[in-house]
C-alpha cells in the first residue's frame, strides 16, 4: 500500500509499506480521512522521542471496515488501544493504561495510509448522515470534551454561569469551545493570533475571536483552557484565571515555565493536566457529532496524501486558515 513515512526531521517519503495485517480481534479499515494533529508536527519536527524515523505518523481517521464483524461498515477510530485489565481500565481511566499504545507510535503505525487494522472494540460506526470528513475529527473533539468533563468536576460554579477562555483555535482549541458549549457552558472566548484562522473561525464555526491582546479584556474567567501548551500562553492562563478558577492543560507545545505556582496557591486556582480521553469520551463525543450537537463539523480542508508534505510545511508556515487539515488516499 501506500503510506506518507516521516523519515526523519521536516522529511516525509510517499512511498509503498507493507499492508498492515490484523491481528485477531482487529479489522481492516480503508482509510478516507486522516487528520494532520499538532503531535504528527511535532514529530515531523524532530521533537518527538516517542515517534522515532521511520514511522507512518497520523492517528484522527476514519474509513470503511474490510474484513470482520463490521465488515462494510463506515467507521471512526479510537487510536487508544489499552490491555483493559489493569486498575485504570477498570476504573474508567484506560486513558491512564500503562501499557496503553496508540497508532503513530511503535508498535503501531498510524493512518497515514490506505489501509489501517485496528481492535473492534475501538471502532464506532457512522450514522448514514454523517460524512466520513466529519466522523475523522472524533478523535481531535474528544481531547476538548475529557478536558471540558474534567474541569466541570471542580468548578465552584455553575458551568452556565461561568466564564471561560480558550487559548488557541487550531482543532484541539476549536473542539474544546464546541464541548463546552455541547455541556453546558456558553460565555466562551478564543484566542487566536492567526489573522486569517480567526476570521475563519469567527465566520464558519460563529466564536468570539480574539487577538491575544485583547484577551485580559474579557477577563478574569473561571475556565480557561490552554490548547497550546507553551510558556507564554500558561502564563496568559496564569494572569487572567480568577481567583478559585480552573486552568485546564491540554496543548504540548513545550515543556517549562510559565505557570505563576505562587498565585495558583494563594488563591486555590485548580490546575488540571490532560492527556487524550478515555474510551467512554469517545464514544460520547462521537455520538454528540452524530446528533448535531457540535455544530456542522466543516472546518476542515482535505488534500490528497501524496501532498502530504506540502501540507504539514504550509501548516509551519501559518498558511492555514482551517482548524484542520484531512489528508486523503489517493486510490
Given at each position: 500500500m501506500k503510506a506518507l513515512v516521516y523519515t526523519g526531521p521536516e522529511t516525509q517519503a510517499y512511498r509503498d509499506v507493507a499492508d498492515p495485517v490484523p491481528l485477531d480481534g482487529e479489522a481492516l479499515i480503508k482509510v478516507a480521512h486522516t487528520g494532520i494533529c499538532g503531535s504528527d508536527m511535532h514529530a515531523f519536527l524532530g521533537h518527538d522521542e516517542r515517534r522515532p524515523a521511520p514511522l507512518v505518523l497520523g492517528h484522527?481517521?476514519?474509513?470503511?471496515?474490510?474484513?470482520?464483524?463490521?465488515?462494510?461498515?463506515?467507521?471512526?477510530?479510537?487510536?487508544?488501544?489499552?490491555?483493559?485489565?489493569?486498575?485504570?481500565?477498570?476504573?474508567?481511566?484506560?486513558?491512564?493504561?500503562?501499557?496503553?499504545?496508540?497508532?503513530?507510535?511503535?508498535?503501531?503505525?498510524?493512518?497515514?495510509?490506505e489501509f489501517l487494522s485496528m481492535p473492534e472494540s475501538?471502532?464506532?460506526?457512522?450514522?448514514?448522515?454523517?460524512?466520513?470528513?466529519?466522523?475523522?475529527?472524533?478523535?481531535?473533539?474528544?481531547?476538548?470534551?475529557?478536558?471540558?468533563?474534567?474541569?466541570?468536576?471542580?468548578?465552584?460554579?455553575?458551568?452556565?454561569?461561568?466564564?471561560?477562555?480558550?487559548?488557541?483555535?487550531?482543532?484541539?482549541?476549536?473542539?474544546?469551545?464546541?464541548?463546552?458549549?455541547?455541556?453546558?457552558?456558553?460565555?466562551?472566548?478564543?484566542?487566536?493570533?492567526?489573522?486569517?484562522?480567526?476570521?475563519?473561525?469567527?465566520?464558519?464555526?460563529?466564536?468570539e475571536v480574539l487577538p491575544p491582546d485583547q484577551a485580559p479584556a474579557g477577563g478574569p474567567y473561571g475556565l480557561i483552557v490552554d490548547a497550546v501548551g507553551y510558556q507564554g500562553t500558561r502564563a496568559t492562563a496564569s494572569a487572567l484565571v480568577k481567583p478559585g478558577g480552573v486552568i485546564v492543560h491540554i496543548g504540548l507545545g513545550a515543556a517549562e515555565?510559565?505557570?505563576?505556582?505562587?498565585?495558583?496557591?494563594?488563591?486555590?486556582?485548580?490546575?488540571?493536566?490532560?492527556?487524550?480521553?478515555?474510551?467512554?469520551?469517545?464514544?460520547?463525543?462521537?455520538?454528540?457529532?452524530?446528533?448535531?450537537?457540535?455544530?456542522?463539523?466543516?472546518?476542515t480542508e482535505t488534500r490528497p496524501l501524496s501532498d502530504g508534505l506540502r501540507a504539514f510545511a504550509d501548516l509551519r508556515a501559518g498558511k492555514v486558515a482551517a482548524p484542520?487539515?484531512?489528508?486523503t488516499p489517493d486510490t
Open positions: 484522527e481517521v476514519a474509513g470503511t471496515v474490510l474484513s470482520g464483524a463490521l465488515k462494510g461498515r463506515r467507521v471512526t477510530v479510537n487510536p487508544l488501544v489499552t490491555c483493559g485489565r489493569c486498575t485504570a481500565c477498570m476504573s474508567d481511566q484506560d486513558n491512564l493504561c500503562p501499557d496503553r499504545q496508540i497508532i503513530s507510535m511503535p508498535p503501531r503505525p498510524g493512518g497515514f495510509a475501538n471502532l464506532v460506526t457512522i450514522p448514514d448522515h454523517v460524512r466520513d470528513a466529519q466522523a475523522a475529527l472524533a478523535e481531535p473533539i474528544a481531547c476538548g470534551w475529557h478536558a471540558v468533563r474534567l474541569a466541570k468536576r471542580v468548578l465552584s460554579e455553575n458551568p452556565a454561569d461561568v466564564k471561560a477562555l480558550v487559548i488557541g483555535g487550531g482543532a484541539i482549541g476549536l473542539g474544546t469551545a464546541l464541548s463546552m458549549m455541547a455541556q453546558g457552558v456558553s460565555d466562551i472566548r478564543l484566542v487566536e493570533p492567526n489573522l486569517e484562522r480567526a476570521h475563519f473561525l469567527t465566520e464558519t464555526c460563529g466564536l515555565g510559565g505557570l505563576d505556582i505562587r498565585r495558583m496557591t494563594l488563591q486555590e486556582i485548580t490546575f488540571i493536566g490532560t492527556y487524550t480521553y478515555t474510551a467512554a469520551d469517545f464514544r460520547d463525543t462521537a455520538q454528540a457529532m452524530f446528533d448535531g450537537r457540535l455544530g456542522a463539523l466543516d472546518w484542520k487539515i484531512l489528508l
